[in-house]
T-cell receptor, first 113, second 116 residues
Framework: DQQVKQNSPSLSVQEGRISILNCDYT??????FLWYKKYPAEGPTFLIS?????DKNEDGRFTVFLNKSAKHLSLHIVPSQPGDSAVYFC????????????FGTGTSLTVIP | NAGVMQNPRHLVRRRGQEARLRCSPM?????VYWYRQLPEEGLKFMVY????????ESGMPKERFSAEFPKEGPSILRIQQVVRGDSAAYFC??????????????FGPGTRLTVT
């Protein structure tokens, strides 16, 4: 049962434009959400997070938006750079368990120079 | 400050052999998490350990898989009598305390297990 879903396996964006990566979830007990970035042959690297009490968190070129009523999360990267090309995973933590993160299947972003 | 280290990076085993995957958390981190990533899938939680204790193993198969995090030394994920379906990337993550609002999990580079 996939509780965190990333329905777009891939996304291509021109350099300088905005990249929008989407994530949907089903568990209303998720209280903390994160985005990880992963390059081939490396482990995921933490990018940005947001608590369920907020609807937006910004860090430089990266902004995460949370729409709790729609159970939807998005990551905006602007402006996109070629070095942003990677696989992006969204993850969520269940308030009840607290120990494990549930990951989506990833979206492969390609930023075209 | 070295990051999370995993070894080996690549491991090939024949069906029926044992696989041992090692994870050294970041300095000062006493909480370790193991995840498995099957091809074309996201990371799936397997087990959460503190020093000498298994806290949550709800994601780990009941048979053939075991994990430990001894007082001294790395955390070990052991898979006995491997089968082809065990072929995957196994990632270890560590955190300084149970992951909360202020702390995320830091991941190692992973061990790619191939069962032939």
């Amino acid at each position: 049962d996939q509780q965190v879903k990333q329905n777009s396996p891939s996304l291509s964006v021109q350099e300088g434009r905005i990249s929008i990566l989407n994530c949907d979830y089903t568990n209303s007990m998720f209280d903390y959400f994160l985005w990880y970035k992963k390059y081939p042959a490396e482990g995921p690297t933490f990018l940005i997070s947001i608590s369920s009490i907020k609807d937006k968190n910004e860090d430089g070129r990266f902004t995460v938006f949370l729409n709790k009523s729609a159970k939807h999360l998005s990551l905006h990267i602007v402006p996109s750079q070629p070095g942003d090309s990677a696989v992006y995973f969204c993850a969520a933590r269940d308030l009840n368990t607290g120990n494990q993160f549930y990951f989506g299947t990833g979206t492969s972003l390609t930023v075209i120079p | 400050n070295a990051g999370v280290m995993q070894n080996p990076r690549h491991l090939v085993r024949r069906r029926g052999q044992e696989a041992r995957l090692r994870c050294s958390p970041m300095k000062g981190h006493s909480h370790v998490y193991w995840y498995r990533q099957l091809p074309e899938e996201g990371l799936k939680f397997m087990v959460y350990l503190q020093k000498e204790n298994i806290i949550d193993e709800s994601g780990m198969p009941k048979e053939r898989f075991s994990a430990e995090f001894p007082k001294e030394g790395p955390s070990i994920l052991r898979i006995q009598q491997v089968v082809r379906g065990d072929s995957a990337a196994y990632f270890c993550a560590s955190s300084p305390q149970p992951s909360g609002i202020r702390y995320e999990q830091y991941f190692g580079p992973g061990t790619r297990l191939t069962v032939t």
